[in-house]
């Protein structure tokens, strides 16, 4: 106890004096505290201070004797300070001097202790340390002392310190044991001492297996597991008693000084380093496990010094330290002057101290006396406690102490050269031949800017580096760091087609490439022979069962279109797969063009990525010969490689027989493939006796040029192989013995076989002597193996060496332990140490010893079982360190599982919290550069697999996010190895994937640029498996846009697998990077691959650096300069390009997709610019011509270029474009031969058949059939009206030898001109075979009515659904009805099928009977059939599996049925699932289909969620939402807008297009809110929606506003392209006010085609079918009065100017729109070829039509004189026809019948006269009139008396109803009851009251005509299936009298808006009352809003409750 006090006190002493710095007795004013137990009273002051001065005096004795160094303020100078010292401190030391000054001490303190002193002694400690006042009596004794002892206790140390100084001699420090030494701090004798010992131990190593006999092993092993377990809980118990107190002092000192980053309240923090990491994790439960570290760091072997012998390299290490090359000094140990300390309640003390006093005490007391300090004494504490220890160990680490050593600051002048010129000099490597791999590994750690940018990209220095196994990983480490993607540099597979690259290089490849590299093996067979026949490949495996099949192509074509190098103007932008296909495809032309066109060559090579093109070029000039491609040789004719799959002409074989003898032997007479299947044709018998009686002597000279092998070659192996063989003796003489021939030959290694043979055949003949050429390889010369010492050999002379000088390799190099050494390190020359042990052994008898590996033979005889691997201490050379490390490390390892299973649990965790603790330690050191060990590197793994379980097991997100956050960057620091980086690395990026959305923004924003490389990595390989959300991923983009992008913008290549995740709002507010290379590089090469919104944002962004001026300045390269994105710039920043920047960057504009205002204007400007364009650049224009102005081509009529440009204006219409007349007839029609249609030859025919349809029938009548069958195929593809391509068909006919079954395909689209007499005689399998091809043609209704009738009439028509198929959907339900049973005879067949809602049904019926019960999985396995289910079996469906999982499969499985789905389905469907609680889940699975279905009173009860739901669908599928009638549409877009709060505000560009097809169907004053920044830039975009008048009106005013477009008196061209169509809805007023000047003939009719444009497409023909016919009118006339203002017509004093239309005005521009007076002026010829037109045109007025028709009387003659062609042609013109002139219509064909019966205008007298022609025309009677007929009739039905229509045909007429029934009829009731008495015939549908929904769909309007009594018993489902045309046909009176308020209440909501307002206002209260709830559910008031505007305001009435209530109590109140 005492020794234990006294060593304490001392301790203590010399602490409180150096921190006290104050001298003077302790004061008597401070109160003591604490109580005394002992007896002994406090010494007096007098006695305090005696006691003192005699302890002082001690202590300066002691510090002038001090033990042989230099008195303490003595001078170093002075002689006797220099004496020699002893080596040993002991030696020299007087202890009793210390001893008895420190018993001194004692005495002096036993009379103050007390036996608490130890408990309190902390806290004694914190209360000095902070500076109070308040200690107690101990402490004040203590300063007392201590500060009289500062100086000398400091000089002591120093003096101690003096003792451990080396020796400075020089021969000291270059001794054997220099670096024991400077680690130990040795002396010369304990360092010889030691290697002493080291040599006995591993003496006794050596001979101890010899001893260690089996028995006494086993012994041992007995005694150790004896002895073992109770050893192991001894020192547990050791442990627990005296280390844990250590352990949490140490914990709580690292937890106060090492601050550990926390969250503040904005949710930031700092980024923490590793250290601090470890202690967050020691706090948060993190099992951390570093014992395996701890190994690795004191017990790992230290690398190879060097990778080769070099001089200077003996004893040098491997490396550099990156550290001693820094130029600034190390910071000091400890910093005290500025630290944050952590809180208390950040360390354990807070957890210790609320538990309450615990054992043991001395921690508590600690924590206690922490617990009351405030900030200030905290931070005092810290630093007086740190400046104490950096005090006490500055002697230490201060060399500075010693005699003879220089102080750290002078330890010389640092070089002020850069790592880069001391080391990594990259210039120099490329001059090397290797490359120190060491030296590879130091540049790329301490200069890896610049090693990046000089190595990573320069393709020939990484192919050096990578020659050396050990730099293989420079690959990965290139692609991780360096700014651009440089896989596209490395990957270049073009040439590995030349020269097969390192297999580093493929694997690097394969890794980072390897989707385009094994779509590149797998679709080139060539390239995949090449690359597989390196051995080194075989490691890969492919499949390419998983690719796409390669899509079929012409490739021919595609290179004759794509490899014209004349018209590569910027060869440096040619992309790199286009000039990969030229040389692949095309590759004597590719050198032919290129390769010996140096200039263009220079040019290509501009662009890096071309690189390999330069080599190739080089291999194919000196290979190559030239020659026209155009001439085919004996390469082309003699492919064998193809003769296996093709067959060959016997003349092909014969010739190449004889003119490529040598390669048909091999290729064809040793391949049995090819052989025997040549044999097998006849005439190639004689291959037979060629191929067997072979001379080879003929061939030999041929083959074997051994005088062309002297110089470098390749030569087939086959060849050489063949002449080894038969030519033995040349062979030997003239390959073997030639030292030059055979190392050519040689170069390739499948010609390895070559040093075996030439040694077998010489070795018998020619001795090996010395000196003497043994196959060109001179051993004496050549194997110079002292030279190796200098530079190693390669693997071939090293081989050679071993082979052909075997006695002096094993003497010289196998006795060279250190060469041996070297050797073994090296992978091509690790055989040469396993080898040399035997031949050494063989060599020294008993030399045992050299061979043996002591460390591994001790395991072995031990019996321990581990991984360590000896193979280095084993190898010749090794240190014997090496295997005591490695014997030690398998040894702990060997321990490591039984000592686990004998510690117990506490012991366990002290052991890693001590193991911990020591890690931090270590770290501190590593980080002050005050140790070489590897610590951070040792400790990588173990970290990174520590955290990953936690974040594995870690469920609370707080938690991983600090990790995430606060640590992301140590972490990826850990894994920045740029080596080894795998997939299994990325544990931790993994997690920044799973962050919740609210915490995203925080965690990304805050992780450094080195991480978010590794999380775009991540993602570019794992995006197909990642399942982030399309929001998560669009948030991710946005923070790396917004944040780091603006501090690093090379980050921007490393975004590329984001890109089509970006928001276009995100890439609108990019940071300024325009100017930035690799951005706007990246941009180009990626802008292929994102949407189209989000290319024009960019385009958008990237504009806002360019302005008008510094475009038209920039010169004409801009465009190439600028790369792909310069086509996405807004339209009023691309107008700004001039014409000449346009035609030099024309290349990059036709690559990329221009939008049609943008073509137009590069047309409008080259063309309108340049007069001298050639050929060749109107071949690049293509179809850009036809946007030209017609003037400007036909400039060109005279010219070469004239042919080409009609060619291009011919190709656009044949596409179906639409261009102006001028140009058709300027190029094409205003021809004299024209004049004489006879004349014309087919050729002719073929060049004009896409213009034919302009001529008119008229022309097409006067050609002959020899003229029209040659052009058939031109004329098939052309879309020719029905009377058109009547002429034409039916002169094709007329050719006695056209067999018509077998030539019906051949008629394309002249399908519509064959009469339907003709299909009637057509056998069924002539239609069977021709019509899955014609169905698809623009059928009549006839014509499909006489196909489809004419084949399900036979009974085979199951078997022929697959034929039929294309005609399901206009087959009559009466053809499908008899075939029912028989369809569902094979279900699989009919469940594939696209029947339409009717045929479903009927189907559905049947297999519904057939199942008792149907289940889920039996109505999916129903297929198409399965949408005629009712409502009925879809409500016990549901009720049987009321689960959402399966609602989700019935809904899914209904959304993806062929054919709309009908009202009574989607209406059923919703209102049972409605019911139930999941019914908001299942919103999303709806569809749009069934969605819209919803009332709007449920559709306004959606929360935000549901509505954004419902508008996704809607946006995704938006046709349903355009058949809403147009106030349902109106009201749900109202509401949507509400709940998504676009009601207030801007209506923006991101909401607009949010809403996708509903945006313009908003209210009126959400609309006028339209950003008009978005309205100016994407008005073509615009033009494409629906508007409703007002909305025209609204669109009108924006373009006049000064922000848009002004005034339009100041409109330009530019404006009038842009604004386009829209100048129809300008007001009349306005639209006059336009410079006429700019408003041209042609302009207005590419005005007209673009309103035409889009009245066709799908948006606009759902738009016109809403509008009723006074908008349509009202429109009409805006479009007529354009045309009519500025050509002229509506000018005053117009006298003869007028301007009179051609039939190619008319193709354009209707007749309606032109005034009558210009019709009439029409020729006579004009107006005959465009008579068809003129009488389709539906806005011609009855005047018109009169004037009109009394032209065509004066052209044709009277009506009686009218050919069928010509009424065909007439359309509305018949309207004006007298009745006399109907009667007197020759109607013999249905061709004409059909186009009469098409008019709903005639009047009932008109209908009669026209039936009574027909019957007089076809001498028909009524009952004789068959199905096609009665289609072709149409509206002339309702002109059949009804005593006729008795005498019709039941089953004709039924089977034509589906065509009828599709018509507004004007038939009387009567008429209509007759017509629904023949449906109701037994041979038709049977009794009405049998009918099912699927017959009132089928019979459509005719529903109309049912009998009052019948339609007032109709029940639920048969309502369901009237049409709403059917419901408005009813008569008023009988409306109102047949439907009760109960079957009103089941219309839907489209039958109940089709009531007319004459049917309504004949029903009573009640009935109008049930008919308003089912038009407006939305409502709480039954009101009707028809009628009333859109953008009126609906809002429920106070009396609605009570309107309501007495609304249900009229309808359910029962009658009297």
């Not at 049609?1156 to 364009?1173: C, D, K, R, W």
């Amino acid at each position: 106890m005492p020794q234990r006090i006294f060593s304490v006190l001392f301790t203590l002493n010399a602490i409180f004096g150096i921190v006290c710095g104050q001298s003077g007795a302790p004061s008597t004013s401070s109160p003591v505290t604490g109580t005394k137990s002992s007896n002994t009273s406090a010494p007096d002051k007098s006695d305090y201070e005696k006691s003192l001065q005699e302890c002082v005096k001690k202590m300066l004795l002691l510090s002038e004797s001090g033990g042989g160094g230099t008195p303490l303020g003595a001078n170093r100078n002075d002689p006797a300070a220099s004496r020699p010292r002893s080596d040993n401190v002991l030696d020299i030391t007087d202890l009793s001097v210390y001893y008895s000054a420190l018993n001194g001490l004692l005495a002096f303190y036993t009379g103050i202790l007390t036996k608490d002193f130890l408990d309190e002694l902390p806290k004694t400690l914190v209360c000095i340390l902070s500076g109070r006042e308040d200690c107690g009596l101990e402490a004040e004794s203590t300063k007392g002392f201590m500060a009289q002892m500062e100086t000398n206790v400091r000089s002591l140390l120093s003096s101690l310190k003096s003792h451990t100084c080396l020796s400075s001699s020089s021969s000291d420090r270059n001794s054997y044991a220099s670096g024991f030494q400077n680690i130990f701090q040795m002396g010369a004798s304990a360092m010889t001492q030691l290697v002493s010992i080291q040599e006995f131990f591993m003496s006794s190593l050596v001979y101890m297996p010899k001893y260690l006999s089996e028995y006494l092993l086993a012994g041992w092993r007995v005694f150790t597991d004896l002895t073992f377990p109770p050893l192991v809980k001894y020192l547990s118990g050791v442990v627990i008693k005296y280390v844990q107190t250590p352990i949490d002092y140490v914990k709580i000192g690292l937890q106060f000084f090492i601050k550990i980053p926390v969250l503040n309240q904005s949710g930031q923090c700092y980024q923490g380093d590793l250290k601090q990491l470890i202690m967050w994790g020691m706090n948060h439960n993190v099992s951390w496990s570093f014992g395996e570290s701890i190994l690795d760091i004191f017990l790992t072997p230290e690398p190879a010094p060097c990778s080769y012998m070099s001089f200077g390299c003996h004893g040098a290490p491997s490396s550099p330290s990156p550290r001693t090359l820094a130029t600034e000094i190390p910071p000091p140990l400890l910093h005290c002057d500025q630290h944050h300390i952590s809180s208390l309640n950040e360390t354990f003390c807070s957890e210790f101290l609320s538990l309450g006093p615990q054992k043991p005490a001395v921690i508590f007391s600690f924590c206690q006396a922490m617990s009351v300090l405030n900030a200030t004494q905290m931070d005092r504490t810290w630093r007086n406690g740190c400046r104490l220890i950096r005090s006490l160990l500055s002697p230490f680490l201060n060399e500075s102490g010693c005699v003879g050593v220089f102080p750290f600051q002078s330890q010389g002048v640092r070089s002020p050269l850069s790592l880069s010129q001391l080391l990594c000099d990259y210039k120099n490597w490329s001059s090397l031949n290797r490359v120190d791999p060491a030296l590879v590994t130091l540049c790329s750690d301490n200069d890896r800017t610049e090693f990046i940018r000089v190595v990573c990209h320069t393709v020939s220095l990484m192919h050096l580096l990578v020659v050396d196994t050990n730099n293989a990983w420079v690959w990965n480490f290139c692609s991780n760091f360096s700014d651009t993607n440089v896989i596209h540099l490395y990957c270049t597979y073009e040439t590995w087609r030349l020269n097969m690259v390192d297999v580093s290089l493929v694997s690097f490849c394969w890794n980072m490439d390897r989707q385009r590299l094994e779509k590149l093996l797998c679709d080139d067979v060539d390239f995949y022979m090449r690359f597989f026949s390196e051995t080194q490949n075989a490691w890969l495996s492919l499949s390419c069962e998983n690719l796409e099949p390669p899509v079929s192509m012409d490739i021919a074509a595609l290179v004759a279109g794509t490899c014209r190098y004349s018209d590569w103007r910027k060869p440096a932008l040619v992309p790199g797969d286009v000039l990969q296909l030229c040389v692949q495809h095309d590759e004597l032309g590719f050198v032919q063009a290129i390769c010996s066109n140096s200039t263009f060559l220079t040019t290509l090579l501009q662009n890096v990525m071309n690189s390999w093109v330069g080599d190739l070029c080089k291999v194919a000039l000196s290979s190559v010969i030239m020659s026209s491609p155009n001439v085919l040789g004996i390469k082309d004719w003699c492919n064998y490689r193809e003769w296996t799959v093709k067959t060959v002409d016997p003349s092909v074989v014969g010739f190449c027989w004889q003119y490529d003898q040598i390669s048909f032997h091999k290729n064809v007479c040793c391949i049995m493939p090819i052989y025997e299947k040549l044999i097998l044709v006849s005439g190639n018998e004689w291959l037979t006796s060629v191929c067997s009686d072979l001379e080879m002597v003929d061939v030999l000279p041929q083959v074997c040029r051994y005088d062309d092998w002297g110089t470098p070659t390749i030569v087939d192996m086959t060849d050489l192989a063949l002449c080894a063989e038969l030519d033995s003796q040349n062979f030997t003489r003239r390959v073997c013995a030639n030292a030059t021939v055979l190392r050519n030959l040689l170069a390739n290694l499948d010609n390895t076989w070559l040093l075996q043979h030439c040694s077998n055949r010489s070795g018998g003949n020619s001795p090996t002597a010395a000196g003497e050429d043994l196959l060109g390889f001179r051993p004496a010369e050549q194997c110079q193996y002292h030279s190796w010492k200098v530079a190693l050999p390669d693997a071939a002379l090293l081989a050679l060496c071993w082979d052909y000088d075997q006695a002096n390799f094993v003497s010289t190099i196998c006795s060279d332990s250190l060469l041996l050494s070297q050797l073994s390190q090296e992978p091509y020359s690790v055989w040469v140490a396993t080898i040399c042990p035997t031949y050494t052994n063989n060599t020294h008898g008993n030399g045992t010893a050299s061979s043996s590996c002591l460390a591994r033979d001790f395991v072995k005889r031990l019996n321990w079982s581990c991984s360590t691997d000896f193979t280095a201490a084993c190898r010749p050379g090794a240190a014997q360190a090496l295997g005591l490390q490695l014997l030690l490390r398998c040894g702990v390892e060997t321990l490591q599982p039984q000592l686990d299973k004998l510690l117990t649990e506490e012991v366990s965790s002290l052991v890693a919290q001590a193991t911990t603790q020591l890690v931090l330690l270590l770290l501190a050191l590593e980080e002050r550069q005050m140790t070489s060990l590897h610590v951070t590197e040792n400790l990588r793994l173990s970290v990174l697999q520590s955290v990953v379980r936690y974040l594995d097991r870690e469920t609370d997100f707080s938690n991983k996010r600090v990790l995430l956050q606060c640590f992301g960057k140590v972490l990826t620091s850990l894994i920045q190895t740029g080596r080894d980086v795998t997939t299994d690395d990325y544990f931790h990026i993994k997690e920044y994937f799973r962050i919740p959305p609210a915490s995203l923004r925080a965690v990304l924003s805050a992780v450094d640029v080195m991480t978010v490389r590794q999380i775009l990595l991540y993602y570019s390989r794992n995006q197909d498996t990642l399942q982030a959300s399309t929001d998560y991923l669009q948030s991710m983009v946005s923070i790396f846009f917004q944040t780091h992008l603006a501090r690093d913008a090379s980050l921007f290549p490393d975004l590329v697998p984001l890109l089509d995740a970006a928001r276009p709002a995100d890439i609108l507010a990019l940071p300024a990077l325009q100017d930035k290379a690799n951005v706007l590089q990246t941009i180009n090469t990626q802008i292929g691959s994102l949407s189209l919104e989000q290319r024009r944002a960019f385009g958008k962004w990237f504009s806002q650096s360019l302005s008008f001026l510094n475009m038209t300045a920039a010169g004409p390269s801009l465009i190439a300069d600028i790369g792909n994105l310069i086509t996405y710039l807004p339209f009023s920043s691309f107008q700004h390009l001039s014409p000449a920047q346009l035609l030099d960057g024309l290349d990059v504009l036709l690559i990329n997709p221009l939008s049609p205002l943008q073509e137009q204007f590069v047309a409008q400007s080259i063309l309108g610019m340049f007069t001298n364009l050639t050929a060749e650049d109107f071949q690049r224009l293509g179809d850009l011509t036809c946007l030209a102005h017609p003037k400007d081509l036909l400039a060109y009529r005279n010219s070469q270029a004239f042919g080409v440009i009609q060619e291009n204006v011919r190709s656009c219409v044949s596409q179906g474009l639409k261009v102006p007349s001028d140009m058709v007839s300027g190029l094409f029609l205003n021809s004299t031969e024209l004049q004489e249609p006879a004349s014309l030859s087919p050729e002719r025919i073929r060049q004009l058949a896409v213009f034919l349809p302009w001529l008119g029938a008229g022309f097409l009548r006067q050609l002959s059939p020899s003229q029209l069958y040659p052009a058939l195929p031109e004329l098939a593809a052309v879309p020719f009206t029905p009377v058109q391509a009547r002429e034409i068909v039916d002169k094709v006919l007329s050719n006695k030898s056209w067999e018509i079954p077998g030539q019906l395909l051949s008629l394309g689209e002249l399908v519509s001109g064959l009469k339907v007499e003709t299909i009637w005689a057509l056998p069924s399998d002539s239609l069977l075979a021709t019509l899955p091809d014609i169905a698809l043609r623009h059928l009549s209704d006839p014509q499909a009515n006489a196909i489809a009738t004419k084949l399900w009439g036979s009974l085979e028509v199951p078997r022929w659904l697959d034929q039929v198929e294309p005609l399901l959907s206009r087959t009559p339900l009466l053809c499908v009805i008899p075939r029912v049973t028989l369809l569902l005879s094979n279900q699989t067949m009919a469940q594939r099928r696209p029947w339409n809602t009717q045929q479903a049904k009927v189907l559905f019926k049947e297999a519904a009977q057939s199942t008792a019960k149907l289940s889920t999985a039996d109505f999916l396995a129903l297929g198409t059939v399965a949408q005629g289910v009712d409502c009925r079996t879809l409500r016990q469906l549901v009720l049987a599996q009321p689960l959402s999982s399966a609602m989700r499969s019935v809904l899914a499985f209904l959304r993806q049925q062929p054919v709309l789905l009908h009202t009574s389905l989607k209406k059923c469907i919703i209102e049972e699932l409605y019911q139930f609680d999941f019914f908001s889940e299942l919103l999303g699975e709806l569809g749009s289909q069934i969605a819209l279905e919803l009332s709007m009173s449920t559709i306004k009860k959606f929360s935000v969620d549901m509505m954004d739901t419902l508008r996704e669908m809607v946006v995704q599928d938006p046709y349903p939402f355009l058949r809403l009638p147009s106030i349902k549409q109106a009201l749900l877009v109202d509401k949507m807008t509400q709940r998504l709060r676009m009601y207030t505000g801007q209506y923006s560009e991101e909401e607009f297009r949010s809403l996708g097809i509903m945006a313009t169907f908003v209210v009126d004053e959400v609309f006028a809110q339209l950003d008009r920044s978005f309205f100016v830039e994407n008005l073509e975009f615009l033009r494409g929606f629906c508007y409703s008048r007002s909305k025209r009106d609204m669109v009108a005013r924006f373009l006049q506003e000064p922000s848009t477009f002004g005034p339009v008196r100041y409109w330009k061209s530019q404006i009038l392209d842009q604004v386009d169509r829209f100048i129809f809805f300008l007001p009349k007023e306005v639209i006059q006010m336009i410079p006429s000047e700019l408003v041209t003939l042609e302009r207005i009719e590419r005005l007209f085609l673009t309103q035409q444009q889009w009245e066709s497409g799908p948006v606009g023909r759902l738009c016109r079918q809403a509008s009723d016919q006074t908008e349509l009118q009202r429109m009409f006339q805006k479009q007529q009065f354009v045309l009519q203002f500025f050509l002229g017509f509506l000018r005053a004093g117009r006298v003869s100017a007028m301007l009179i239309p051609s039939c190619e005005n008319l193709h354009a521009v209707p007749a309606s729109a032109w005034s009558l007076d210009s019709l009439l002026g029409m020729s006579a010829g004009a107006f005959s070829s465009c008579l068809e037109p003129i009488g389709q045109d539906p806005f011609l007025s009855p005047y018109e039509l009169t004037q009109l028709l009394s032209k065509v009387k004066k052209t044709y003659g009277p009506a009686s004189s009218f050919s069928t062609s010509v009424v065909s042609q007439l359309g509305r013109l018949a309207l004006r026809l007298t009745e006399e002139e109907l009667g007197l219509l020759s109607l013999t064909e249905l061709s004409s019948i059909s186009t009469l019966g098409a008019i709903g205008d005639w009047s009932t007298r008109q209908l009669s006269v026209l039936f009574s022609s027909v019957l007089n025309s076809t001498r028909l009677t009524p009952s004789q009139l068959d199905s096609s007929t009665l289609v072709a009739l149409g509206h002339i039905v309702c002109g059949i008396k009804t005593s006729d229509m008795r005498n019709l045909n039941a089953v004709e007429f039924g089977k034509a109803v589906l065509w009828l029934g599709s018509l507004r009829l004007s038939c009387s009731e009567e008429q209509l009851q007759v017509l629904v008495g023949l449906l109701s015939h037994s041979l038709a549908f049977g009794p009405i009251s049998s009918w099912g929904p699927e017959v009132f769909i089928e019979i459509g309007a005719l529903a109309a005509g049912l009998p009052d009594m019948a339609m007032s018993a109709l029940v639920k489902d048969q309502i369901e299936g009237i049409t709403p045309l059917a419901v408005s046909l009813i008569p008023d009176q009988k409306f109102a009298v047949v439907f009760d308020q109960a079957q009103i209440r089941m219309f839907s909501y489209e039958q109940a808006i089709a009531v007319t307002e004459a049917q309504r206002s004949a029903l009573t209260t009640v009935q109008q009352t049930a008919l308003a709830m089912v038009l407006t559910p939305w409502e709480d008031k039954p009101v009707d809003f028809r009628g009333r505007s859109s953008t009126t305001t609906l809002c429920p009435g106070h009396c609605s409750i009570f309107l309501e209530l007495l609304m249900l109590l009229i309808m359910f109140w029962p009658p009297f």
